[in-house]
């Protein structure tokens, strides 16, 4: 091989080890304190993700990101363009770890149900792994601003809180005076009869925010299954049920079902919520991530009417959807 092409050679490989050294030069590390105080350093930028939990998914998409999500839960499937996405766990709960790993994202994103083994597992491929534990409307700005920097969309991530904190606002502000004996007193049931959610939890927080008393929030342990008699002791103003439904065509039909079993249970013939028909649906949809708002707004209007006279959930749900994801409003996510 001649001088000249030896010296061609080492001045291409000086060359190409220099772009290299400006393309890391580029990188940039960003340190994240996750939902569980675990610190993440995570190299930006991110182009490919793994959401395992259906909240950041939204939260990517509203970020206008959704085609960096490689990898998805099997809840994850709003917006309707992560329909053509790879499960690769059917919740944070249950990961495919292989999956994952083959996918070789550049971050995963889960929620509290990941457990620990299960992270250490998809880091030990060197995959970075942040865990968001809460959810709600007074919450969610942190996982917001979290993924907004990861994806350097900062601004957009600000003007999805901005739109939350607004109606936040609202809510807050009318509520502000009440005293303790203007706030109902509200059961909030979750996937099954009488199991309900005490201090901490997502729904307690939901009814707090919106101006009303949790009845188990003293209870000593975070989900506790009361008994019919207790319910009827306690005989409160308003019963609220989550629905799990995820099927749109289902949603409607399983919502009613489920308000007419409540109000049709003999043992709570005499209870205040159920004489004043005051038994009300919450789907899942609008139960968490950046659509709770929709939820608290709901929760208000049903919990002080007169003072939520002039608010419309559902025109607020058409706005957000509109906004941040670019949908119109399909289907029913409140009962009645």
């Not at 070789?104 to 995959?127: F, H, T, Y």
């Amino acid at each position: 091989m001649t001088g000249k092409v030896l010296t061609g050679l080492f001045i291409a490989l000086m060359l190409l080890s220099f772009l290299g050294a400006c393309e890391d030069a580029k990188a940039e590390m960003i340190t994240i304190v996750d939902g569980r105080g675990q610190s993440v350093d995570v190299p930006t930028p991110v182009e490919r993700i793994a959401s395992i939990s259906s909240r950041a998914s939204e939260i990517i998409c509203a970020l206008g990101a959704c085609d960096k999500i490689v990898g998805r839960d099997s809840y994850s499937f709003f917006p309707p363009a992560l329909a053509d996405v790879q499960v690769v766990a059917e919740s944070s709960y249950t990961p495919n770890i292989e999956l994952i790993h083959k996918l070789d994202p550049d971050l995963v994103i889960a929620d509290s149900m990941l457990s620990n083994d299960d992270r250490k597992k998809i880091e030990s491929a060197g995959i970075p792994v942040i865990v968001e534990t809460t959810w709600d409307s007074t919450t969610v700005a942190t996982p917001v601003r979290h993924i907004g920097a990861l994806l350097g969309r900062e601004d957009r991530a600000e003007e999805i809180i901005g739109f939350i904190e607004r109606y936040q606002g609202i809510i807050e502000e009318r509520t502000a005076g009440l005293e303790e004996e203007d706030k109902p007193a509200v059961f909030f049931e979750w996937s099954r009869p009488y199991y309900s959610m005490g201090n901490g939890t997502l729904f307690h927080n939901l009814t707090v925010a919106a101006g009303g008393i949790n009845i188990v929030a003293d209870e000593p342990v975070k989900y506790p299954t009361m008994d019919p008699e207790w319910l009827v002791e306690r005989d409160p103003d308003i019963i609220i049920r989550y629905d799990y439904s995820t099927e749109k065509g289902n949603l409607t039909d399983n919502m009613e079902k489920t308000r007419n079993e409540i109000l049709s249970r003999p043992e709570l013939g005499d209870v205040k919520a159920i004489v004043d028909g005051r038994v009300y649906i919450l789907g899942n949809p609008v139960a968490s991530g950046i659509r709770s708002v929709v939820g608290d707004l709901c929760l208000a209007k049903w919990f002080h009417p007169d003072l939520f006279e002039d608010i419309d959930p559902e025109a607020v749900h058409r706005e957000l959807l509109h906004e941040f994801f670019g949908q119109e409003l399909d289907g029913v996510y409140v009962y009645p």
